[in-house]
């Protein structure tokens, strides 16, 4: 049973345009969402993360939002540009064993 | 600059033989972690470490075994590879803390191919 959903796949954008990620979640006790970015044959890298306590964190050119009573959150990243290219994981983790439960992944693809 | 590797990036065995997955990590972290990476299933956790000498059971450890004998090493075994388990797999480490905040830094992964 998937805790955390992505529903879409792949996303595709052009270069500069605003990309937006989406990312269900089950578990109304999950406190703390992250997201990693994982390029082809290297390991996913932390990305940025969001607590239960706020609906926004922003990252330079990324933001997650968190929308707790849909149990949604999205990343945007504004402008999108061709290095963005790359499988985006939503997690959330399990407070008292550290445990990260992963989303499917969506594949991220921005044309030039 | 935390660095976490893994002993092979491309590995095929045979079905039935033992395969061993090493990972090693220089960051003096506690905690270590091997995931496997499947496509439209996102990443799985396999075992989990908090410290020498200590495993926990992940979603799917069926048909795994692992072994921390050095807090920086953290080795998966399949005691029997099956095709089923051909799959990327990925180690992870971070600090423990008490609220455990801390990221995981992954490794760049095995693919292993089980014929």
């Known amino acids: 049973d998937q805790q955390v959903k992505q529903n879409s796949p792949s996303l595709s954008v052009q270069e500069g345009r605003i990309s937006i990620l989406n990312c269900d979640y089950t578990?109304?006790?999950?406190?703390?969402f992250l997201w990693y970015k994982k390029y082809p044959a290297e390991g996913p890298t932390f990305l940025i993360s969001?607590?239960?306590?706020?609906d926004k964190n922003e990252d330079g050119r990324f933001t997650v939002f968190l929308n707790k009573s849909a149990k949604h959150l999205s990343l945007h990243i504004v402008p999108s540009q061709p290095g963005d290219s790359a499988v985006y994981f939503c997690?959330?983790?399990?407070?008292?064993?550290?445990?990260?439960?992963f989303g499917q992944g969506t594949t991220l693809q921005v044309k030039p | 600059d935390v660095k976490v590797t893994q002993s092979s990036r491309y590995l095929v065995k045979r079905t039935g033989e033992k395969v061993f997955l090493e990972c090693v990590q220089d960051?003096?972290?506690?905690?270590m972690f091997w995931y496997r990476q499947d496509p439209g299933l996102g990443l799985r956790l396999i075992y989990f470490?908090?410290?020498?000498?200590?495993?926990e059971k992940g979603d799917i450890p069926e048909g795994y075994s692992v072994s921390r004998e050095k807090k920086e090493r953290f080795s998966l075994i399949l005691e029997s590879a099956s095709t089923n388990q051909t799959s990327m797999y990925l180690c992870?480490?971070?600090?423990?803390?008490?609220?455990?905040?801390?990221?995981?830094?992954f490794g760049p992964g095995t693919r292993l191919t089980v014929l």
């Open positions: 997690a959330t983790r399990s407070s008292n064993t550290g445990k990260l439960i």
């Open positions: 578990n109304s006790m999950f406190d703390y």
């Open positions: 969001i607590s239960s306590i706020k």
């Open positions: 960051m003096d972290h506690e905690n």
């Open positions: 470490s908090y410290d020498v000498k200590m495993k």
């Open positions: 992870a480490s971070s600090f423990r803390d008490v609220w455990n905040y801390n990221e995981q830094f």
